[in-house]
């Protein structure tokens, strides 16, 4: 029985994480398809993967009209596919998604908490959040979470009843391919090097590293404070930003002036690739407000980097406090700073982390097992709601 798969989100830049994952469902006889915003992202997805790619306007931001269009959209889309599944990522595409999903009866509708965005947001803005979040769990057949501190947080919340809602494997988004893309073999010194050089970073450079979308959540004014009494004391220290500036959630002026007006901080803008980036850095930082499970310090552990990260739900997953890296209070300058300062001073220590954080990252959260957890929760949810008897039945 081919097995008609549609997942949904909100971002083509998503379609990153589902790569590896639909090629292996294919493989074991899938028929993957997806739905996302329009876009370059996605028509380079649909022609280097072949998987069928489906353009449906769909703002992160809350915009009524055009999210009525776009759920009138996604329903044409779905009655046209007729999905065995539906599987919706995000606040708002878990919300469009699950709603279409279930006008059009499909058989397993599948939500997918990967933050909780109204953690950070006040006023009506949470409460609207917060509400698309219940509403997304009350039409799934079944909740998953990338990490049981989320998960924690959406029973505790009532968002969701927690016989619905489960953890695979042992979380994340979607697995580190730490064999062949995050390793820290992979690159040759030489390589190492002229990377550095086109950054216009020197060779003897120590560089703390960062990696994601530069907005005020992830703790970007906080990196700021600190970095500006880290570079006096440390002459020899650069600061790597592998990201680009979001109008959605902008840092306030005079960070983005403190990073633009220092040669010692370089900006790449956005990569498709952060592994040789990884590759050229010492520690890697990620101070952010809100999180779900973040994949850059796995990815960063893989390639045997410590982690300085705040120690909120979905960091904690990732990261083993003193034993992978540390873990600072959140909005905390001071906390953030000191933490980095152990890393300099002491080079055994960001060896040892690094080492710790790679061994940790290949016993927990290969890509395969992820996949395998997937695959398995999908061949359990179609038993259940009697799809693959009846398929095997028609045949």
Known sequence: ????????????????????????????????????????????????????????????????????????????????????????????????????????????RIYHIRGLPHLTASGAKRLLL??????????????LCVGESMRHIAVEERLCPSDKIKVLAHGSGQGVDAERRFHPGRFTEAERERLRAGLQIPPDATVIGFVGRIVRDKGMQELAHAWQHLREDHPHLHLLLVGEYEEQDPVPAWVEQTFAGDPRVHITGWVSDAAPYYAIMHLLVLPSYREGFPNTPLEAAAMELPVVATRIPGNVDAVEDEV??????????????????????????????????????????????????????????????????????AR
């Open 1 to 108: 029985m081919k097995v008609r798969l549609v997942h949904i989100s909100t971002s083509p830049l998503f379609l990153n994480f589902l790569r590896g994952l639909l090629l292996d469902l294919r493989e074991r006889g899938f028929e993957p398809s997806v739905i996302c915003s329009p876009g370059e992202l996605l028509d380079r997805f649909v022609q280097e993967t072949g998987v069928a790619g489906f353009g449906v306007e769909m703002p992160r931001r809350i915009t009524p009209l055009h999210d009525v269009i776009a759920l009138y959209r996604l329903v044409i889309l779905l009655r046209r596919i007729r999905p065995h599944i539906v599987h919706a990522h995000t606040p708002k595409g878990g919300l469009l998604g699950t709603t279409a999903a279930w006008m059009c009866r499909a058989p397993v």
């Open 324 to 393: 992978t890296g540390l873990l600072v209070p959140p909005r905390d300058a001071e906390a953030l700073e000191q933490a980095i300062r152990r890393y300099l001073d002491c080079p055994e220590l960001r060896q040892q982390h690094g080492k710790a954080g790679r061994e940790r990252v290949l016993r927990l959260f290969r890509q395969e097992v992820v996949w395998e957890a997937l695959y398995n929760e999908y061949m359990d949810l179609l038993r259940q709601r009697g799809i693959l008897l009846a398929e095997e039945h």
């Open 130 to 143: 917060r509400w698309s979040e219940k509403a997304a769990c009350r039409l799934a057949h079944q909740v």
